[in-house]
């Protein structure tokens, strides 16, 4: 069963406007959430994570917020630079009674901005 | 440090044959784990290491597939009599710790791997 899903394939933004990339679990055992961006070709690369004694992370363009009830979490990106076109990957990991060494990733969104 | 990085970049292999794909995490890195990503997936967890002790194997990881870490630092997968099924992207990542939980793990570019 699929632990992490992000049900939008795919996003298509102009430049200079908001991203905004969702997220659900079913998993309430999961502690941290990561996103990762990925370029083809390329390994995933870490963008930023939240513990999930938080609702609300922030680093420069990037701010993601979780809500544990409701089980989702969202990155945000503003402004929107074409840059940023990539696949997005939620992850989330357990980091309690050892498991806090895997990520359970869902399928990503491609997120296009243009120009 | 120049990341983690994965050889070859690379594969295309005939059904039946052996391949094994090499892994040089980041130096100070004692955690190494390797993932398998198919289209349209994100990547699935396949084993881990910390040290040259390997700590869990996904079911994902038939017989066919065997990891290892010698000496803690680099690795290799090996996959025998290889099926097409198996043709995906091949990633490694590195961590100090459990800290790729909460920091990220590096994640290589990966092996790409076509089974004809």
């Known amino acids: 069963d699929q632990q992490v899903k992000q049900n939008s394939p795919s996003l298509s933004v102009q430049e200079g406007r908001i991203s905004i990339l969702n997220c659900d679990y079913t998993n309430s055992m999961f502690d941290y959430f990561l996103w990762y961006k990925k370029y083809p070709a390329e390994g995933p690369t870490f963008l930023i994570s939240i513990s999930s004694i938080k609702d609300k992370n922030e680093d420069g363009r990037f701010t993601v917020f979780l809500n544990k009830s409701a089980k989702h979490l969202s990155l945000h990106i503003v402004p929107s630079q074409p840059g940023d076109s990539a696949v997005y990957f939620c992850?989330?990991?357990?980091?309690?009674?050892?498991?806090?060494?895997?990520?359970?990733f869902g399928k990503g969104t491609l997120l296009t901005v243009n120009p | 440090d120049t990341g983690v990085s994965q050889n070859p970049r690379h594969k295309i292999t005939k059904r039946g044959q052996n391949v094994t794909f090499r892994c040089d995490p980041i130096?100070?890195?004692?955690?190494l784990y390797w993932y398998r990503q198919t289209l349209g997936q994100g990547p699935e967890f396949l084993t881990y290491?910390?040290?040259?002790?390997?700590?869990?194997k996904s079911r994902l990881l038939s017989d066919r597939f065997s990891a290892e870490r010698p000496k803690g630092s680099f690795s290799t997968l090996e996959i025998q009599r290889t099926e097409q099924g198996d043709s995906a992207m091949y990633l490694c990542?590195?961590?100090?710790?459990?800290?790729?939980?909460?920091?990220?793990?590096?994640f290589g570019s990966g092996t790409r791997l076509t089974v004809v």
């Open positions: 992850a989330a990991s357990g980091n309690s009674g050892g498991s806090n060494y895997k990520l359970t």
């Open positions: 990542a590195s961590s100090l710790g459990g800290q790729g939980a909460v920091y990220g793990y590096t």
């Open positions: 130096s100070e890195h004692n955690r």
């Open positions: 290491f910390q040290n040259e002790a390997q700590l869990e």
